[in-house]
């Protein structure tokens, strides 16, 4: 009887986690456009989320009370292509600021430079512009891993797909500049490390948490976008020590939206979604980390 009762229970129990990524994330009731620009870069400190959209504009929502506290366009916004496409927060403090650490800010088109801003709920202040020159090594992304003190950058080697269906990407990590100069051009002799990894989906932003980054990958749900092949929604973890692949966090069935950026709150995977459906996600309660 006690083994009739085990192998019953255990198709119930392995069907437990495939319940449990079929869930809808919880939701907060933060808009993801302004002003019909589309949801973009994303960045939290403490409890207060930065969301930003295409063009430079910048909203901080409390997430304990998660109403808006400020709403500005940011001092990079005067550059056309600018895309916001991530945000992160650097380590040290703008002179004159004491409520937020420098802010990075992706321009993904155009020249691809990484815009510094120091940011306080009155607005912000254009400080550092970063830009990379070596061939092959411009960040579409900028991300800042606070632990080590540096930065990566993430280029796109090519938008040809390999034989197992892969597209190539190259993560360069560079010093943390300090704040002190309007512009630091990085060249090959600052590069501390790089390596490789593959993915077929669409990239996005990118966010680096206990030594891992963390890349939402995909596109929205639509008719159009079914067909392609870099639509799928995953959260690809990469290990920074190792430079593989850790994990691949399927979500194309907990948000419909477009997976924009990402970041933590207290622990808590939050996803900026574009497009329809989007918004905010909390991924809590969807997956373990």
């Keep these: 009887m006690k083994n009739i009762k085990r192998w019953f229970l255990l198709p119930l ?6 319940l449990s990524a079929a869930q809808k994330a919880e939701k907060y009731p933060f808009p ?41 366009d940011l001092a990079c916004a005067v550059y056309k292509e600018n895309h916001c496409n991530n945000a992160s927060f650097g380590v040290d403090f703008p002179a004159g ?35 990379i020159d070596a061939e092959g090594r411009i960040g579409f992304d900028w991300v800042v891993d606070r632990n080590q003190k540096c930065l990566y950058a993430l280029s796109k080697i090519s938008d040809v797909i390999d034989s197992i269906g892969t597209k190539k990407y190259l993560i360069t990590k560079y010093p943390l500049p300090t704040l002190d100069k309007k512009e630091v051009v990085f060249t090959k002799k600052d590069l501390i490390e ?12 990118a966010s680096i948490h206990k030594g891992h980054l963390y890349l939402p990958v995909g596109l929205h749900s639509s008719p159009t976008t079914e067909k392609r092949k870099d639509a799928h929604r995953d959260i690809i973890v990469v290990n920074l020590k ?4 850790e994990k691949i ?25 574009g497009q329809q459906d989007g918004g905010v996600y909390n991924l809590k309660r969807i997956y373990e980390y």
């Design 13 to 18: 129990l392995l069907a437990l986690p495939l």
């Design 32 to 72: 993801a456009s302004y002003n019909k620009e589309a949801a973009q870069g994303m960045a939290i400190y403490k409890s207060s989320a930065f969301l930003l959209n295409n063009g430079g504009h910048c909203r901080i929502y409390d997430l304990k009370s998660e109403k808006l506290v400020a709403d500005f």
């Design 97 to 131: 600021n004491k409520e937020f650490p420098a802010f990075y800010v992706a321009e993904c088109y155009g020249e691809r430079r990484c815009f510094v801003e120091s940011v306080t709920r009155s607005g912000s202040q254009l400080i550092q512009v970063l830009k």
């Design 194 to 205: 790089e390596f490789e990894i593959g993915f077929p989906n669409l990239s996005q932003g």
């Design 242 to 245: 190792t430079h593989r692949i």
């Design 249 to 273: 966090i399927d979500i194309q069935s907990v948000v419909d939206g477009e997976p924009e950026d990402i970041d933590f709150y207290r622990n808590n995977l939050l996803l900026y979604c």
